[in-house]
């Protein structure tokens, strides 16, 4: 069986190796590979597969698209407005989202406290499933930080729709400060992370950076608490994956270290 990850640009992802070692693990001889697809070509993609295609992990600009092209979305889906996975099953094309439950899952590992005020820095469809999440961890009050209002419209009313209802507020990335916020989660690229921002929200209990290359990155530099990385985001919402695709619990071990392996290869 086949599996691939979709994105423009992809060939940095970390995703082949985290499910080839999954697959090696359980003994499982799929296929999985980094395919590069633009903005507006996902639909084309997806008509041109084979039976022998069974999933298809999808990022940044596909997000939304892979939403409206399934025959079937999950909950999180909804709640999202993004997908991040699609399954090819019974000849339709099954959509979900497992960075919500994987953002879950990776702020739990390294952190059980309580979670009230939060601060998101960014306002695309991570920081949209990032703050469902945060929200289902019992965020009250969640601040999106933007460049402007207008691009948080869609990510507002995602976690908007959120049954517990959390207050929402929209700040301006460019002047944004910590107030009683207990965790920062930054969907922000590494070039974003100017010395002024992270001496402004830097100081915090918990710090989420869902960058995972290069790191770490000035925020996860200047964090003097817990941290949750990048990486543990991708090795949970993958192992949902590897799971969803192959109906085989995800030997998360392995596919952690490979992905550790991996950096530290890279960074060298």
């Not at 507006?40 to 990022?59: D, H, I, M, P, Q």
């Not at 009050?141 to 908007?160: E, G, M, N, P, Q």
């Not at 985001?233 to 995800?250: D, N, P």
Request: with cysteine; net charge negative; proline share 5%.
């Amino acid at each position: 069986m086949k599996c691939a990850v979709l994105g423009d640009p992809i060939a940095h992802s970390l995703s082949p190796v985290l499910h080839r070692a999954g697959y090696a693990a359980v003994g499982l001889q799929w296929e999985y590979d980094a395919v590069r697809v633009p903005a507006g070509g996902l639909a084309w993609f997806v008509a041109g597969l084979g039976e022998e295609w069974r999933g298809l992990s999808v990022t940044a600009p596909l997000k939304r698209e892979a939403m409206i092209l399934a025959d079937v979305v999950s909950d999180r889906v909804t709640l999202a407005g993004a997908a991040n996975t699609l399954l090819m099953a019974g000849g339709e094309v099954h959509a979900d989202n497992t960075d919500l439950p994987g953002a879950v899952a990776a702020i739990r590992e390294r952190y059980d406290g309580p979670i009230g005020d939060a601060l998101i820095l960014g306002a695309g469809a991570t920081a949209a499933s990032t703050g469902l999440a945060l929200a289902e961890l019992g965020a009250t009050r969640i601040a999106i930080a933007a460049r402007s209002a207008s691009r948080a419209s869609d990510t507002v009313a995602a976690i908007a729709r959120h049954p517990s209802r959390p207050q929402i507020r929209v700040l301006d990335l460019a002047t944004v400060e910590l107030h009683d916020e207990g965790i920062v989660v930054s969907t922000i690229p590494v070039v974003a992370q100017t010395p002024g921002l992270v001496a402004r929200v830097g100081d915090v209990a918990v710090l989420f950076d869902v960058v995972y290359d290069p790191w770490p990155t000035p925020l996860a530099l200047a964090a003097s608490r817990t941290l949750v990385s990048g990486l543990d985001l991708l090795v949970h919402q993958a192992a949902l994956q590897f799971t969803a695709f192959t109906g085989i619990a995800a030997p998360l071990a392995a596919m952690r270290a490979a992905g550790e392996a991996a950096l530290r290869e890279r960074s060298r």
